[in-house]
């Protein structure tokens, strides 16, 4: 019965590298949402999936990342070009899906830690 | 829009005291739901509560209570005899209806029990 489950849990990164942050949710759990927590922040909605869907990106920064979560496999979520304010600690978050709007209990992965060098 | 706001960054006490963590959200719209996460040292964030706006009625789950006042916007958690593993940051965040399932969170509080 594994929960949501993030990889890597720690990456580093150098300037100008790419980095890929893997989530897979909870089993039968369709809806997949990812935010970001700056060090000693609370944490700021970015993107939010259904299979091989983006319902909702209001949050994500309009360059350098993308999110995805295709048919089969993980929701990977892209960051291209890092820069040290990409530092942070990414979250995943998933849940069922459900008839009422708002409702949701997110269930969290363990976060992935990016450093940019 | 939505906002949470939580204006204790950081609180410390001494084992077995009570504690109450303050939350005050901001919402155009009559249908929400608040909830409550315990992100401990490991980094995890872990579900603790949600409450929808039309039940205003307290919870008591252990040490665990909270208390939910529309009238003033506050939806306050408090530990009750705290314990050195209720060391924390605690996050409250609001859900509206007609936000999909976007949660915005409070900036945390820092919960530190000393023995």
């Known amino acids: 019965n594994a929960g949501v489950m993030q990889n890597p849990r720690h990456l580093v990164r150098r300037r100008g590298q790419e980095a890929r942050l893997r989530c897979s949710p909870m089993?039968?759990?369709?809806?997949v949402y990812w935010y970001r927590q700056l060090p000693e922040e609370g944490l700021k909605f970015m993107v939010y999936?259904?299979?091989?869907?983006?319902?909702?990106e209001s949050g994500m920064p309009k360059e350098r990342f993308s999110a995805e979560f295709p048919k089969e496999g993980p929701s990977i979520l892209r960051i291209q070009q890092v820069v040290r304010g990409d530092s942070a600690a990414y979250f995943c978050?998933?849940?069922?899906?459900?008839?009422?709007?708002?409702?949701?209990?997110?269930?969290f992965g363990a976060g992935s830690r990016l450093t940019v060098l | 829009a939505q906002k949470v706001t939580q204006a204790q960054t950081e609180i410390s006490v001494v084992e077995k005291e009570d504690v109450t963590l303050d939350c005050v959200y901001e919402?155009?719209?009559?249908?929400?739901?608040l909830f409550w996460y315990k992100q401990p040292p490991s980094g995890e964030l872990v579900f603790l509560i949600r409450?929808?706006?039309?039940?205003?009625q307290n919870e008591i789950s252990g040490r665990y209570s909270w208390n939910f006042q529309k009238s003033t916007s506050s939806f306050n958690f408090t530990i009750t005899a705290s314990q050195v593993v209720d060391s924390a940051v605690y996050f409250c965040?609001?859900?509206?209806?007609?936000?999909?399932?976007?949660?915005?969170f409070g900036g945390g509080t820092r919960l530190m029990v000393k023995p």
């Open positions: 999936l259904q299979k091989e869907n983006i319902i909702d």
């Open positions: 965040a609001l859900s509206e209806r007609n936000a999909g399932n976007m949660l915005t």
């Open positions: 978050a998933s849940s069922p899906r459900t008839g009422v709007s708002g409702a949701n209990v997110l269930t």
């Open positions: 409450r929808n706006s039309f039940d205003e």
């Open positions: 919402t155009r719209d009559t249908t929400y739901y």
């Open positions: 089993k039968g759990h369709s809806h």
